[in-house]
């Protein structure tokens, strides 16, 4: 009697508490399936309509968005130098990185809650901002030129504003903060003590860090590289303000696009985008983890 | 004597290791530095050695509608976004944390997933929904480039990082404690406010700090939802500089900084940054 009334109280919780699960957890799914997949599934079927220049968007349930962007040297072009830069970006913030990331970590100062406060900052400031840092220095009258200038190393200014370099000088500084702070977390991770008996065992810095730390960091620098190469795919204020309005890659071709009025085209570009970024990243990750796999 | 070179080739990495951090450290903030030189410029054009220094471009900035207009209306996105993000993101979170259930990992994936989506392929998916939108409603109701439709989009960026940091700090709370205020006899309502909430605030309150500045930061997604003649801050910046650098908006930028960097040292007071990004 008593072990039946039980069950029935129980019964009863636990149904109690799928109605408050789904209670605590149903506004915000609502929110986000809503607002994001729903979208999402209509791009997609934006990106098969028909584009008529006078009638704008017509439904139809073709491909000819995505072979327009395939077969079109100029399309391709902005397609390319997207993933190059991207890949030119994830490699150098990868190298620059590790040691930031490496000192963070180990670190023993009191200050370290400052240091780390200093990377996250302009992380948070926004692209545009660090794009008016850049453009300050990279002037025909800005500051690196004045040096240059100054200690009579150039005698004209060097063109840097509006160059692919200067987009690439860029994205990495708004993408290091990421990979730095990926690295750091997971060399936190790492015991101390195996860097020690790698030291004790007769190895140098260099033997330590490439058969030790690497091996053991690998984790943290796959989520890296991926974090930073999705940042670079899609950058969008620092190609359009240090490259600009002959620079082109995916992100502002998108935007233009949209704003032409071109949707199929537009979702199409859009599309695009995302399903190379993931993919790209997929094969990156798979790669790396394969070959370092003992 | 092979110990005396060991120790020397240990000193001499450490050196490299020390410049090569401090150079990757003053690349990161070069920007940021020399916006905030030239915002102290005299001279209208950006060339350099300065002919002198001065505030007045400070003073100018709020006489400038757009910047001035711009950035309230990012403060209420972000405060209201917050808000919003704040009051479905929390129940969530502990939903996640309290409750065994099929799809668990999927649900909580997806709330992740807006901070994955890439900012533009965002700012297109909402602006094709809500052209869909208008057109399912008639058109009876201006949707497309309305504070409504921004404001939701903006929702959309505030809740992974609520959920995620309210998740991590759920994940260090000791739950006997509640189990505890029921036994007293406390509800589960009292029993929430009274202990999980002080409990796991330094997490909410790092989820309010970081909601904040995603949405007053975001720029890609918000271009293609503000409405005409309506920016955000970010927005106003990016097409100024599209036209021209000069010290009036190098001091806007540093306007920005200032604030984001008070924002951050108030939430370090609660929860050390360097334990939740």
Known sequence: MATAATTAVSVEERGGSRLSAAALIGPATFIVAAGLLIPIVILFRYSLNKFVPRLMMVDALTIESYVKFFTDAFYLGVFFTTVKVAMICTIACLIMGFPLAYALARTRTRYKNILIMLVVLPLFVGNAVRAAGWMTLFGSKGMINAGLVGFGLVDVPVQMMFTEGAVIVGIIAVNLPFMVLTLQSVIESIDRAVEEAAFSLGADPWHMFWRVLWPLALPGIVAGIILTFILGMNAYATPVLLGGPEFKMMAPLVFGQMQLGNWPFGAAVSFILMTTTLVLTVIAGLSLHKRYRR | ?277
């Open chain 2, 1 to 277: 004597m092979r110990g005396a070179l060991a120790i020397d080739s240990r000193k001499l990495g450490r050196w490299a290791l020390l410049t090569a951090a401090t150079l990757a450290m003053l690349y990161i903030l070069a920007p940021l530095i020399s916006v905030t030189w030239l915002s102290f410029y005299e001279q209208e054009i950006p060339s350099f050695p300065p002919e002198g220094y001065s505030l007045r471009w400070y003073k100018l900035i709020t006489g400038n509608a757009r910047f001035v207009d711009g950035l309230l209306l990012s403060v209420q996105l972000g405060v209201s976004a917050t808000a919003i993000g704040l009051f479905v993101g929390v129940p969530a979170a502990l939903c996640l944390s309290r409750f065994r259930f099929p799809g668990r990992e999927t649900l909580n994936n997806l709330l992740l997933l807006p901070l994955m989506v890439p900012g533009v392929v965002l700012g297109t998916a909402l602006y094709v929904f809500h052209v869909e939108a208008e057109i399912a409603t008639g058109g009876r109701f201006a949707i497309l480039g309305s504070t409504l439709g921004l404001l939701s989009g903006h929702v959309l960026v505030v809740i992974p990082w609520v959920v995620r940091l309210v998740l991590a700090s759920l994940a260090g709370f000791d739950r006997t404690l509640e189990e505890a205020a029921q036994n007293l006899g406390a509800d589960r309502w009292t029993t929430f406010r009274r202990i999980t909430l002080p409990g796991i605030l330094p997490g909410v309150v790092a989820g309010a700090m970081f909601g904040f500045v995603a949405s007053f930061g975001n720029l890609e997604m918000s271009l293609f939802l503000v409405g005409p003649g309506r920016t955000t801050l970010p927005i106003a910046i990016l097409q100024y500089l599209e036209w021209k650098i000069d010290p009036s908006i190098a001091a806007v930028s540093v306007v920005q900084i200032v604030l984001i960097g008070t924002a951050m040292l108030v939430t370090d007071r609660f929860v050390k940054i360097s334990r939740v990004v």
